[in-house]
C-alpha cells in the first residue's frame, strides 16, 4: 500500500482548513491538492469533517478562545485548527470521544509538533469536562450575531436588507448539509423508471413534479451507488441549477454558447434537450475546462470545448453569432453557502462591487454575440440583488435592444429543495 494513505486524517484535515482560511484556498481546491494523501475509505469523514467545521467556525473559535489564555500563531497556528477538528467530531459526529481526542492528538506528530500533544490533549479534555457550560456560555455570551447565526456580518447586513422577511430562513439553509438532488437523462429513462431502479437498491427518492428531470434522495450516497451513472444515465445537479437549460430553450440545429460552462453540468443538460446543438462550451479555467469534457465523455454527447475568457470572447469566438447563450456568470455564490460553506469567510464584502463589474463588462462583451432575435440567459448562484435583479435592471437601461422575457426569476435556497440561483431571460432586437 502506498504509504502516503497511512497520513493521519486529522491532519490532512487541519492543513486543509488551515489552507482555506490563512491562505485563502477555496475548500474544494485543498481537499484536492490532498486527495493523495486519502485512502478511499476516509473520503467521505475528511469531507465530513472540513466542511463541518467551515459550516460552525464562530462556534469552534468560541470553545477554543475560551479554553485558552493564548492563540496559537506563527508556525503553530495549524494546530488551531487541529483543535476546531478535534471539538467538532466530540460535537458533531458519532465518532467515540476516546477515539476522537486520541486520533487528533496523534495528528500532532504528524504535523511535525510533538512537542506540543501535551497542550493539544489537555484542550481537548478540558472541553469533554466543561462541554455542557461552555455550551451554555456560547448561548448566553454571544449575542453578536456572527456567532449566533454563523454568518459573517456583512453578509447578515445584505441578507436582512435584501430579505427582511426570509433572512432567517435562508441563513437557517445554510447552515444544514444540502440535499441530493438528481437530473434523471430523459433520453435513457422517466423519472418513474429510475425511481423504480433507485428503490430496488434501497435508496429513498422523491421526484420535483415543477421539473421533468430531477429527483431528491431522501439520503445521500455515492454516485458509483446511483444505477447507471457511468453510462450517463442520471447527472448529480441542484434542483434550481436545472432550471437554466429549461428556460434558454435549445434546440436541434442551433449555435449555442454555454459561457463560464464547468464542470459541465448545464451543457450536458442543453444536449439532453437538443443532442444536436452545436454547442461551444467555454470557461476561463483550463483545469475545470477539462471537467467539461469528462462529463461530455460520460453522457456520449459532443461538444466543442474552449479555454476562453468572457472579458475578451474576439480571441476564441472567431466572429461566430449564437441562436441562444447560456451566461453562468462568476458571481459571489452566496447562493451555495450550504454546499461551500468556506465562502463565508473567504468572501468580503468589498468583492460585491469588483464581481457586480465583472459581470456587466461579461454580460456587454457577450451581448455582442447574440444573433438577432437571440435568446440569452443570464444566470448565477448569488442571492444579492446587486449581481441579479438590479445587474439586469442596469443592463436593460443601457441596451436598447435587450428585452426581459417573462419575470426575473430568484431562488433562494431552502432546506429540502433547491440552492439559491437568479435566472432572467433576455431577448435581442434588431
Same mark, same amino acid.
Given at each position: 500500500?502506498?504509504?502516503?494513505?497511512?497520513?493521519?486524517?486529522?491532519?490532512?484535515?487541519?492543513?486543509?482548513?488551515?489552507?482555506?482560511?490563512?491562505?485563502?484556498?477555496?475548500?474544494?481546491?485543498?481537499?484536492?491538492?490532498?486527495?493523495?494523501?486519502?485512502?478511499?475509505?476516509?473520503?467521505?469523514?475528511?469531507?465530513?469533517?472540513?466542511?463541518?467545521?467551515?459550516?460552525?467556525?464562530?462556534?469552534?473559535?468560541?470553545?477554543?478562545?475560551?479554553?485558552?489564555?493564548?492563540?496559537?500563531?506563527?508556525?503553530?497556528?495549524?494546530?488551531?485548527?487541529?483543535?476546531?477538528?478535534?471539538?467538532?467530531?466530540?460535537?458533531?459526529?458519532?465518532?467515540?470521544?476516546?477515539?476522537?481526542?486520541?486520533?487528533?492528538?496523534?495528528?500532532?506528530?504528524?504535523?511535525?509538533?510533538?512537542?506540543?500533544?501535551?497542550?493539544?490533549?489537555?484542550?481537548?479534555?478540558?472541553?469533554?469536562?466543561?462541554?455542557?457550560?461552555?455550551?451554555?456560555?456560547?448561548?448566553?455570551?454571544?449575542?453578536?450575531?456572527?456567532?449566533?447565526?454563523?454568518?459573517?456580518?456583512?453578509?447578515?447586513?445584505?441578507?436582512?436588507?435584501?430579505?427582511?422577511?426570509?433572512?432567517?430562513?435562508?441563513?437557517?439553509?445554510?447552515?444544514?448539509?444540502?440535499?441530493?438532488?438528481?437530473?434523471?437523462?430523459?433520453?435513457?429513462?422517466?423519472?418513474?423508471?429510475?425511481?423504480?431502479?433507485?428503490?430496488?437498491?434501497?435508496?429513498?427518492?422523491?421526484?420535483?413534479?415543477?421539473?421533468?428531470?430531477?429527483?431528491?434522495?431522501?439520503?445521500?450516497?455515492?454516485?458509483?451507488?446511483? @444505477?447507471?451513472?457511468?453510462?450517463? *444515465? +442520471?447527472? /448529480?445537479?441542484?434542483?434550481? %441549477?436545472?432550471?437554466?437549460?429549461?428556460? !434558454? $430553450?435549445?434546440?436541434?440545429?442551433?449555435?449555442?454558447?454555454?459561457?463560464?460552462?464547468?464542470?459541465?453540468?448545464?451543457?450536458?443538460?442543453?444536449?439532453?434537450?437538443? @443532442?444536436?446543438?452545436?454547442?461551444? *462550451? +467555454?470557461? /476561463?479555467?483550463?483545469?475545470? %475546462?477539462?471537467?467539461?469534457?469528462?462529463? !461530455? $465523455?460520460?453522457?456520449?454527447?459532443?461538444?466543442?470545448?474552449?479555454?476562453?475568457?468572457?472579458?475578451?470572447?474576439?480571441?476564441?469566438?472567431?466572429?461566430?453569432?449564437?441562436?441562444?447563450?447560456?451566461?453562468?456568470?462568476?458571481?459571489?455564490?452566496?447562493?451555495?453557502?450550504?454546499?461551500?460553506?468556506?465562502?463565508?469567510?473567504?468572501?468580503?464584502?468589498?468583492?460585491?462591487?469588483?464581481?457586480?463589474?465583472?459581470?456587466?463588462?461579461?454580460?456587454?462583451?457577450?451581448?455582442?454575440?447574440?444573433?438577432?432575435?437571440?435568446?440569452?440567459?443570464?444566470?448565477?448562484?448569488?442571492?444579492?440583488?446587486?449581481?441579479?435583479?438590479?445587474?439586469?435592471?442596469?443592463?436593460?437601461?443601457?441596451?436598447?435592444?435587450?428585452?426581459?422575457?417573462?419575470?426575473?426569476?430568484?431562488?433562494?435556497?431552502?432546506?429540502?429543495?433547491?440552492?439559491?440561483?437568479?435566472?432572467?431571460?433576455?431577448?435581442?432586437?434588431?
Amino acid at each position: 500500500m502506498n504509504k502516503k494513505l497511512h497520513s493521519n486524517i486529522r491532519a490532512i484535515c487541519a492543513q486543509a482548513i488551515f489552507n482555506v482560511l490563512e491562505d485563502g484556498q477555496s475548500l474544494s481546491t485543498a481537499l484536492t491538492l490532498s486527495s493523495h494523501k486519502i485512502a478511499e475509505k476516509d473520503r467521505a469523514l475528511v469531507q465530513e469533517i472540513c466542511f463541518g467545521v467551515m459550516r460552525v467556525l464562530p462556534e469552534l473559535n468560541f470553545y477554543i478562545h475560551t479554553l485558552m489564555s493564548k492563540v496559537l500563531t506563527g508556525k503553530n497556528r495549524v494546530l488551531h485548527y487541529l483543535l476546531l477538528v478535534g471539538i467538532y467530531q466530540i460535537l458533531y459526529t458519532r465518532i467515540p470521544e476516546h477515539a476522537a481526542v486520541g486520533e487528533t492528538v496523534n495528528a500532532v506528530n504528524d504535523l511535525k509538533k510533538s512537542a506540543l500533544k501535551g497542550l493539544v490533549n489537555g484542550v481537548l479534555r478540558a472541553f469533554l469536562r466543561q462541554q455542557a457550560s461552555i455550551q451554555q456560555k456560547f448561548i448566553q455570551d454571544n449575542k453578536q450575531q456572527t456567532s449566533q447565526t454563523l454568518h459573517p456580518s456583512w453578509l447578515l447586513n445584505r441578507l436582512k436588507q435584501a430579505y427582511p422577511q426570509q433572512w432567517q430562513n435562508i441563513i437557517n439553509a445554510n447552515n444544514q448539509k444540502p440535499p441530493m438532488w438528481l437530473r434523471v437523462n430523459l433520453n435513457h429513462y422517466s423519472v418513474s423508471e429510475y425511481q423504480q431502479l433507485l428503490a430496488e437498491q434501497q435508496i429513498d427518492s422523491e421526484a420535483f413534479a415543477d421539473l421533468p428531470c430531477a429527483i431528491r434522495l431522501l439520503s445521500p450516497v455515492n454516485v458509483t451507488k446511483l @444505477p447507471y451513472f457511468a453510462e450517463g *444515465a +442520471v447527472t /448529480v445537479q441542484d434542483l434550481s %441549477a436545472q432550471y437554466a437549460a429549461y428556460l !434558454l $430553450a435549445p434546440k436541434n440545429g442551433e449555435q449555442i454558447l454555454d459561457m463560464c460552462a464547468a464542470p459541465g453540468g448545464k451543457t450536458t443538460h442543453i444536449l439532453e434537450i437538443a @443532442p444536436k446543438a452545436n454547442l461551444l *462550451a +467555454v470557461d /476561463v479555467d483550463a483545469s475545470r %475546462a477539462k471537467r467539461i469534457e469528462e462529463n !461530455l $465523455a460520460r453522457l456520449k454527447q459532443v461538444a466543442e470545448v474552449k479555454v476562453g475568457d468572457g472579458l475578451t470572447p474576439e480571441k476564441w469566438c472567431s466572429g461566430r453569432q449564437f441562436d441562444r447563450i447560456l451566461l453562468d456568470s462568476p458571481c459571489s455564490a452566496t447562493g451555495v453557502i450550504r454546499r461551500h460553506p468556506d465562502i463565508k469567510w473567504l468572501r468580503r464584502d468589498s468583492d460585491i462591487a469588483q464581481l457586480t463589474e465583472l459581470q456587466h463588462a461579461i454580460l456587454t462583451n457577450i451581448w455582442s454575440y447574440l444573433k438577432t432575435d437571440g435568446t440569452l440567459v443570464y444566470a448565477t448562484c448569488s442571492i444579492l440583488p446587486d449581481e441579479n435583479k438590479l445587474q439586469i435592471e442596469r443592463f436593460l437601461k443601457e441596451n436598447s435592444n435587450a428585452q426581459l422575457v417573462g419575470d426575473m426569476k430568484q431562488f433562494l435556497p431552502t432546506a429540502q429543495g433547491g440552492d439559491g440561483f437568479f435566472y432572467a431571460v433576455l431577448k435581442k432586437s434588431s
